[in-house]
């Protein structure tokens, strides 16, 4: 089993930058694929990025492809989402999320543990 702690929201300008972090507990992060998660308010939980448990490949939904990044640090335990271009539609509560299958996915209900959430909130 493990536990995800997403840190590293909060209030940003549109165009600007943040850098999310989740950290992980557990000897058995380097083993699961994981995926970034949002929800905006009144909206459902949309697939955001996903990066395989060696971190070599990875999967962005296209709506923020080309300006957020996943990565992974399996030394340390901890996946970042480095997200940039920020623009309003943006704003939501971000979750992380790890997957005992080994490989990655994009729904939802493929991820087995989940954070508790770290609110973005972009101003225009």
């Known amino acids: 089993q493990v536990q995800l702690v997403e840190s590293g929201g909060g209030l940003v300008q549109a165009g600007g930058s943040l850098r999310l972090s989740c950290a992980a507990s557990?000897?058995?992060?380097?083993?699961?694929?994981m995926g970034w998660f949002r929800q905006a308010p009144g909206k459902e939980r949309e697939f955001v990025a996903t990066?395989?448990?060696?971190?070599?490949?990875?999967y962005y939904s296209d709506s923020v492809k080309g300006r957020f990044t996943i990565s992974r640090d399996n030394a340390k335990n901890l996946l970042y989402l480095q997200m940039n271009s920020l623009n309003a539609e943006d704003t939501a509560v971000y979750y992380c999320?790890?997957?005992?299958?080994?490989?990655?996915?994009?729904?939802?209900?493929?991820?087995?543990?989940w954070g508790q959430g770290t609110q973005v909130t972009v101003s225009s």
């Open positions: 557990g000897r058995t992060f380097s083993s699961y694929p």
């Open positions: 999320a790890a997957r005992k299958f080994p490989s990655i996915a994009s729904r939802v209900n493929s991820y087995d543990y």
């Open positions: 990066i395989s448990s060696s971190g070599g490949n990875t």
